[in-house]
Nanobody
Framework: VQLVESGGRLVQAGDSLRLSCAASGRTFTNYDLGWFRQVPGKEREFVAAITWNLGTPTYIDSVKGRFAISRDKAISTVYLQMNSLKPEDTAVYFC???????????????WGQGTQVTVSS
């Protein structure tokens, strides 16, 4: 399985950004795919996930109402639309996948290489 993220860059506070994760290597039936983020010196943090079959999303509280996760099954890609970005959203964002269970740090089986998002104030 390969997960390849793209879309990270430097933006200003209040801007929007869309991250993409191209998934390949298998069909993702019964998988959860999603996004984590990490800043230096801190643990990797769950951000959002989506069930591949039904498209049911989950989010951490700090991004609810600002971020939206979606997937395009036809091209096996997961997106993270980030609106009203804040400096505290600055991190490396990782795409991940978990099979047969809720996506969390402990259940993620596959990881991407990460993409840097920097939000300036």
């Amino acid at each position: 399985v390969q997960l390849v993220e793209s879309g990270g860059r430097l933006v200003q506070a209040g801007d929007s950004l869309r991250l993409s994760c191209a998934a390949s290597g298998r069909t993702f039936t019964n998988y959860d795919l999603g996004w984590f983020r990490q800043v230096p010196g801190k643990e990797r943090e769950f951000v959002a996930a989506i069930t591949w079959n039904l498209g049911t999303p989950t989010y951490i509280d700090s991004v609810k109402g600002r971020f939206a996760i979606s997937r395009d099954k036809a091209i096996s890609t997961v997106y993270l639309q980030m609106n009203s970005l804040k400096p505290e959203d600055t991190a490396v964002y990782f795409c991940a996948a978990a099979q047969g269970g809720t996506l969390r740090t402990t259940t993620a089986r596959f990881w991407g290489q990460g993409t840097q998002v920097t939000v300036s104030s």
